[in-house]
């Protein structure tokens, strides 16, 4: 199975512009999950999406926003970027099985969007 | 609160030497799921290893084992024979129920020749 892609991987952009960034799950995974890097956070949790429903939702303003389609792929968008927005944006891929309990699901992640905002 | 500890920003080992790294987590909930990826510097993350808490056996996958003592609440990973190629960040994360994926802070490997 081909893993999970993103794109794009590289983008620049300057403040106050928005951006939007896709992520294609793996075949069958249903569950996607979006995650930000940084030097100064590490990996913090944006939102993860299973069904076209969002399932959980990180602490990040209201400017980060994403939805996901009803063939899995996702998309996360950023209004009014900011310098703090410049990130490596991580997105990951499940397959929840029954969906009863998801502690035990593996999430793979595809390699990232590198966003710098100048 | 979920919380994943790794103490170690950063180690060194000799090339086809053994290495730990160290995890510590902390959660009140019995059932949780515990995993460790690497981080190469093109930044995806490779899934390594996953450990369940009501499994009895510790995880196995080729080179990668994860050493689970429940009671202390860790989930060190360990490498064996370690390759150049196995110098990486690496992350252990812990996830319980349908709660985020928690990361801690990672720690950066070097493998010298």
């Known amino acids: 199975k081909a893993g999970v892609t993103q794109t794009p991987r590289y983008l620049i952009k300057t403040r106050g512009q928005q951006v939007t960034l896709s992520c294609s799950p793996i075949s069958g995974h249903r569950s996607v999950s979006w995650y930000q890097q940084t030097p100064g956070q590490g990996l913090q949790f944006l939102f993860e999406y299973f069904s076209e429903t969002q399932r959980n939702k990180g602490n990040f303003p209201g400017r980060f926003s994403g939805r996901q389609f009803s063939n899995s792929r996702s998309e996360m968008n950023v209004s009014t970027l900011e310098l703090g927005d410049s990130a490596l944006y991580l997105c990951?891929?499940?397959?929840?099985?029954?969906?009863?309990?998801?502690?035990?699901?593996?999430?793979?992640f595809g390699p990232g969007t590198r966003l710098t905002v100048l | 609160a979920q919380k994943i500890t790794q103490t170690q920003p950063g180690m060194f080992v000799q090339e086809k030497e053994a290495v730990t790294l160290d995890c510590t987590y902390d959660t009140s909930d019995p059932s949780y799921g515990l995993f460790w990826y690497k981080q190469p510097s093109s930044g995806e993350m490779i899934f390594l290893i996953y450990?369940?808490?009501?499994?009895?056996q510790n995880a196995t996958e080729g080179r990668y084992s994860l050493n689970f003592q429940k009671a202390r609440k860790s989930a060190n990973l360990v490498i064996s024979a370690s390759q150049l190629g196995d110098s990486a960040m690496y992350f252990c994360?812990?996830?319980?129920?349908?709660?985020?994926?928690?990361f801690g802070k990672g720690t950066r490997l070097s493998v010298i020749a």
């Open positions: 994360a812990m996830r319980v129920g349908n709660t985020p994926l928690v």
């Open positions: 990951a891929s499940t397959d929840p099985g029954t969906g009863a309990t998801i502690s035990t699901d593996t999430q793979y």
């Open positions: 450990q369940g808490s009501y499994d009895q």
